[in-house]
């Protein structure tokens, strides 16, 4: 339900009463303000996120041209675009729908003379700079055992992500090794700009920096992009969290949808905080939760439920769904990983008698790539493909 009640455009258009449920109904005509929308797994986040662009535009809110669709993956951005398209199909040129980083790379070749960069920058993917670093590692008489790349391409990659630049980083070291990367941090920072070049990191934070040194060029942005639209809002980091931060602060139509209990990606700088603090960050915003699960049987939103709720620091939500019960979740003990996997292997020979099952029915999942070794070891004694 909604935490506040807000200015929303008339409910007119007849796929809204249609396709979406009650609450995802509200969460598409909220229009004005920030939005808050949790969106638990199977939810259908993503037809609520393009039901809301093509609402804006349908309704005349928003020019194609104001609004800006971020998410995380290519795919999931195409997907959106596919689905605005279809939705509003005159509508959708001039609007940005993309990645993060493809985003923002088109931001900074529009404006990259004014931070010492060409238009044509070079975009340096993680081969590219394990290569510099190496050569810098050279220059500094730093063999690879001492400090490895990607080692050191990993403590400049969560500085970066933490807005951390190479002259702060030297005020927070407190070890020989992490003092010795931030001074390959500001050689590296350094030659990069000689090349023309960024790294993926560079395409979140030169935003920023773009935005603190030219406020003329921060307010254009602004205005131009009205309404912000954020999926899997639970993994910005701080880079991304300021850079969206700066651009809603002018309208303040920052939508983000995420889901606090999907958040996996802290090793790799995602901040949690950033959803948890959304209403601290936006006082007054709007709160939707999608809790009505379309994916997955009763059992299973049971069994994850039974473990999630343990969590404290979540935002309250109980999934729930229309279809049946399903299967009982089972949990096998045994000896060790052989043991599992000549137990799994038996339990989908005996599917695929008892049960009529075909092989493309069954889905073995392990946390590791090295755990798979034991599971088709096994299944190929079994002569299952």
Not at 88 to 116: D, K, N, Q, V, Y
Request: aromatic share 8%; with cysteine; glycine share 4%.
């Amino acid at each position: 339900m909604a935490k506040a009640e807000k200015k929303t455009a008339p409910l007119a258009l007849e796929w809204m009463q249609t396709d979406l449920n009650e609450e995802q109904r509200k969460a598409v005509g909220c229009t004005d303000g920030p939005v808050l929308i949790l969106a638990g797994a199977g939810s259908g986040k993503t037809r609520v996120l393009t039901y809301r662009i093509a609402y804006l535009l349908a309704n005349g809110l928003a020019e194609p041209r104001e609004i800006l669709a971020m998410t995380f993956t290519n795919k999931a951005a195409g997907e959106m675009r596919e689905r605005v398209g279809r939705l509003a199909p005159h509508l959708i040129t001039g609007m940005w729908i993309g990645t993060f980083h493809s985003l923002f790379a088109r931001l900074l070749r529009r404006e990259a003379e004014r931070i010492g960069y060409t238009p044509a920058f070079t975009i340096y993917d993680e081969e590219d700079q394990q290569s510099l670093l190496k050569s810098i590692l050279l220059d500094m008489n730093l063999s690879v055992q001492q400090l490895p790349p990607r080692l050191v391409g990993y403590k400049i990659s969560m500085a970066k992500n933490n807005f951390v630049r190479p002259d702060e980083m030297d005020k927070t070291v407190d070890n020989e090794q992490d003092a010795l990367i931030a001074k390959v941090y500001r050689t590296y920072d350094r030659r990069l700009a000689e090349l023309n070049a960024m790294d993926f990191d560079d395409l979140l934070i030169k935003p920023i920096e773009l935005f603190e040194l030219f406020p003329l060029v921060k307010e254009y942005y602004q205005d131009r992009f009205r309404y912000i639209m954020v999926d899997e809002y639970q993994d910005t980091n701080y880079a991304q969290y300021r850079a969206l931060q700066l651009l809603a602060a002018k309208h303040r139509n920052l939508c983000v949808v995420g889901d606090d209990d999907q958040s996996i990606y802290r090793w790799r700088g995602a901040e949690i905080r950033n959803i948890l603090d959304f209403e601290k960050d936006y006082p007054g915003c709007a709160k939707y939760r999608l809790e009505q699960n379309y994916r997955s049987v009763k059992n299973i939103l049971a069994a994850a439920h039974s473990v999630i709720k343990n969590n404290r620091q979540r935002h309250a939500k109980k999934l729930w769904t229309e279809r049946p019960s399903g299967d009982l979740v089972t949990i096998l003990k045994v000896e060790d990983d052989l043991d599992e996997a000549r137990m799994i292997v038996h339990k989908i020979a005996m599917e695929m008698r008892v049960a009529e099952r075909t092989f493309s029915d069954v889905a073995v999942l392990y946390r590791t790539n090295a755990q798979s070794r034991v599971f088709e070891e096994a299944l190929r004694r079994e002569r299952i493909p």
